[in-house]
């Protein structure tokens, strides 16, 4: 986050990726180029976190780099480069979020298999034939930690990812979210419990507790 009256020079000084998006302010290209290789994969990533669907998530994070070029002439940095995306990427999830509430899409039956293959219930079930019992499970639980994000209202999935996916701490996250530190906080902690709620009938049915530390580490991580 920046500092007050800290200056764009301060900022790019301190932020390699500050300078290069003044390079691309620029018309610099190349410079795009590796912005876009820098961010693209964390991008789709935390946008599959909130969308839950991979060619949705890498749509979406296909428009934020569109917007980010869009926008170039207008860039004045007044926070780190990776705020300022993440604060399009929010708005952009949120308001597709919304929009798919308001239209829902009915899919098909996940066990018709279709000309590209079969659905991805079919494919677990032959995966799980060929994968060690460890990867196995480590893909369950995956999917378990997923899905329980999903079960979270939009800004509080919003802020775990950036939590936990980002390692953003609370001032980042309130800048992203366009909220308070203090808002960011009771965010998080309403989450945390949701998740809990959600995944402890998984996490006792190896004997073994999901450890504190799994949904509070970086909790206190600031910047």
Sequence with gaps: ?????????QLAL??????LMLRVRDDDQNAFA???ELYQHRLVAVMHHLVGQSEEAEDLAQEV????YRARKKYHPQAKFSTWLFTIANNLALNHLRSRQRKPVVGLPCTDSGPLGPRPAEQLVQDRRAQPVHQMQQQELA???QEAIKGLNERQRMAVVLNKFED??????AEVM???TKAVKSLLSRARMNLRAALQPYVYMD???LPEAALDEGDDADV
């Design 1 to 9: 986050m920046a500092t007050i009256g800290e200056t764009s020079a």
């Design 14 to 19: 301190r932020d390699p990726d500050v300078r």
């Design 34 to 36: 590796q912005l876009v």
């Design 65 to 68: 780099f569109l917007r980010v």
């Design 143 to 145: 999917a378990l930690i």
């Design 168 to 173: 953003m701490g609370y001032a980042e996250i």
């Design 178 to 180: 366009g909220l308070t």
């Design 207 to 209: 004997g073994e507790p």
